[in-house]
């Protein structure tokens, strides 16, 4: 059933895509997008509707469009970007695209936004996102771009940023570029007013505005410090098992390669240069096992390898959100990229990061899964980092809506920063020089 708000904001978004062809529902997190966009489709008269999304929310959706009985007015099909082309756009007269600010990407659109409007033409068009324009207001353009009813007459993004961006001249790596990221949002708010709608998560009545984070470090195992050691100094590192005695080298011969291997490293595994998934050390897994739960938790991973290790450590885990919420013994597993839009992880008592993404958008995307209108207790967050790792830097970064980048790196790790072979056998580890 739906809420009071959900009906109202339906009926106004029904209205504004009668006249303008297009809504954006700009609406916070967990305040029930997914519906509010199904009911105003029925409102609309849709007879098919297509719905693009993450692939972990497909699920989600379905269950809503069945639930509220919508299947019984219009159909419906619910597919991931990556396979909007393999559906055929002349059977729809809707189209709901969520996560629209993924669109946003320029001054050259992505490749899923140019599939977008060869799909989108004429239809009606609803686009859903918490945070529209993230980063830039530049990012808004191509999200109105792929439809032909856009606000904008401009066909290209250049021809745009010619009246709506301060363009700029700036200097990377000794070539001189043109920074189209300083839009001028006076210019460019009125015109996009019109085809948006917003509403809060205090609007909603939500009794938790401000989820608190509690960060809990532990002490990593001594090779993981000693691989990290090794790589700030030398960029390089070969790792020995001592089970097999099979050599396998890391390599980190660039700045932004580096950042990658200590990344993953604090977390326990590497990636080799053959391609091969190391595991150096599961403490992390264990410790949130021990101090958190071993039921009812959400636990995101940043690399795969690290999902290996969580899958041994929690043999009760699930990659599916909706077998999640109807099993309190589960654990829910997913990485951070895949799983931190769309879905719903409200009936988990935590959500535990094992890792840390670099983008902020993703850190503020995932911890509000576990939002929900009807949550009567705080919901608890938790990451677990290592003593001395990556971690913390790259909390303290995208806490302040900044993603971490080589820049932060070279300031954090190699202000005060030569070829050397570790031994390795998880917990039984030791070093050796050449």
Known sequence: MLWDHQVELARKAEQILRERKIVYLAMEMRVGKTLIALETCYRLGAKKVFFVTKKKAVASILNDYFRENYHSVFSLDVTNYERVHKYNSKEYDVVIVDEAHSLGAFPRPSLRTRRLKEFVGEKYLILLSGTPTPESFSQIFHQFWISAYS?????????????????????????????????????????????????????????????????LLVKADTIVYQVMEHLLKNRYVRLQNKRNGQFYEILADTAAKLLTKIHQVCSGTVIAEGGESIVLDATKAYFIRERIGAKQIAVYYKFQAEGEVLRKVFPNHTFDPAEFARDPNLVFLSQIQSGSMGIDLSTAKAIVFYNIDFSFMNYWQARNRIQNRLLSHTPKIFWVFIEGGIESKILDVVRRKRDYTSYYFRKDFLGANQNQTVEYERADASVSNN
Request: proline residues 5%.
């Open 151 to 215: 606000p904008f007459g401009e066909k290209r993004f250049y021809d745009w940023a010619k009246n709506f961006v301060d363009v700029r001249e700036r200097i990377i790596n000794g070539y001189k570029i043109n920074d189209y990221s300083n839009a001028r949002e006076d210019l460019i708010r009125p015109i996009i007013a019109p085809y948006f709608l917003t509403f809060t998560q205090k609007q909603a009545g939500f009794k938790f505005l401000h989820l608190e984070d509690q960060v």
